[in-house]
């Protein structure tokens, strides 16, 4: 839990701007390039494209109007696993390397226009309805193999077993299980410290309805609605409709919503710009800074806890013993995650020159130059002593 005094803070742009193709989703998120910070410098701006290189074409556009490309910084992927991965490092304040051309990350920090090391003040996500995409589809294919085992245990052989198998459909858990990833997701995104847009495609809205047979049928409400993650529609600040009108060809935004007061809820915008959002940035400039983790793992957790723990006593009256659950690998593990902080921490420390040194050393003494994924708290404590 944690806690703050009712007082003015900085506030950070999270925004969703869903619509059809050639929308301008992409070019007005792209604007996030001619934002100023408040020392009166360009926005960097983190790009993940998941489009296959939609951004590409706007940003020769950006070049073209005088913006240096150099402060952007375009990260393809598709995978949501990799966009977790981007976020991480924009949270812990990482540094980003550049990488050669078989994909490997080298020991040469990306570099802004100023010859700084590259850190975001924003991040535009282009394309998140590929992410709910590739992870639903991720889920179907497990869902396949639960059906392969139900139809070796059932014996089934030829055109049955192929059908139980290539019929496999989402099952109920899978739907909660890929809302929960969505909503960790956007939880992420609010927690990373920069303002962020996401693009987003539109599908028709629809009910469910009874049919004069009595059988449940979807219709059409008639509605556009974002095609991503569900309920993501909750968390980010501002959502804008984006549309090109059928008579004038000019492109449009309704606004949906908008929680920073800039538009109203309903209003339309002929030809909008992300820059009537700046005001929301110049304001920040004598605020304090707030970013709220995002704990909902944490929460989950402890939430686990809470029910084990009531089980256990439950289970304990009715044996009419009082055994105490065992909590050492949860202490464990918050020592180990603890250590890869301080780790973290004495990296991002470093100047670029003396991380690549560090880098060397850690490699040469066999060490892990790379700590997500380390459990050995003997290996962390090696690495911290390297620091000394």
């Known amino acids: 839990m944690k806690t703050r005094a ?9 925004t969703l701007l869903y619509g059809a193709t050639f929308s301008g989703k992409t070019t007005l998120g792209l604007q996030l390039a001619d934002f100023k ?33 150099r402060n952007i910084h375009i990260f393809y992927t598709q995978s949501l696993q990799e966009l977790i991965t981007i976020l ?21 920090p990306i570099l802004d226009a100023d010859g700084e090391e590259f850190f975001p003040d ?3 996500i282009d394309g998140t309805s590929i992410f709910r995409l590739t992870s639903e589809q991720g889920l179907l294919e497990l869902s396949k193999k639960r059906n392969t085992i139900k139809a070796d245990k059932d014996g089934l052989v030829g055109a049955e ?3 139980k198998i290539q019929g496999a459909d989402l099952e109920f858990k899978d739907y909660k299980k890929l809302n929960y990833s969505g909503q960790n997701l956007v939880l ?20 469910q309805k009874m049919d004069k047979n009595g059988q449940q049928v979807s219709v059409s409400t008639g509605k556009k609605v974002h095609d991503s993650f569900k309920g993501i529609d909750y968390n980010v600040k501002t959502i804008l409709h984006m549309y090109q009108d059928s008579e004038t060809g000019q492109i449009c935004a309704e606004v949906v919503k908008d929680r920073t007061k800039v538009h109203k809820a309903g209003d339309i915008i002929e030809d909008p710009t992300l820059l009537d959002w700046q005001t929301i940035i110049d304001r920040n400039s004598d605020r304090k800074e707030f970013v709220l983790k995002n704990d909902l793992d944490k929460a989950v957790e402890t939430e686990q806890k809470m029910y084990e723990k009531e089980a256990m006593e439950l289970h304990n009256s009715l044996k009419g013993n009082t055994i105490t659950p065992d909590t050492s690998n949860n202490e464990k593990t918050s020592n180990i995650e603890e250590m890869k ?7 991002n420390a470093l100047p670029p020159v003396k991380k690549k040194e560090m880098k060397e ?14 459990t050995d708290a003997a290996v962390l404590q090696k690495v911290l002593d390297m620091f000394k």
């Open 6 to 14: 009712a007082n003015k803070i900085q506030t950070k742009l999270v």
């Open 37 to 69: 910070r408040n020392d009166g410098k360009p926005f960097r701006v983190a790009v993940v494209d998941a489009e296959g290189g939609g951004v590409d074409d706007a940003v020769e556009d950006l070049e073209a109007r005088g913006v240096d490309t």
């Open 88 to 108: 991480d490092k924009i949270k812990n304040h990482d540094t980003f390397y550049e990488y050669d051309e078989e994909g490997n990350e080298t020991d040469e």
């Open 122 to 124: 924003a991040l535009l």
């Open 161 to 163: 077993r192929f059908v």
């Open 188 to 207: 992420d995104l609010m927690a990373i410290g920069i303002n962020v847009v996401l693009t987003a495609r539109e599908k028709d809205e629809t009910v």
């Open 341 to 347: 902080t301080d780790i973290r921490a004495k990296v």
């Open 361 to 374: 050393k850690l490699e040469r003494a066999g060490l892990p130059t790379v700590f997500k994924n380390v």
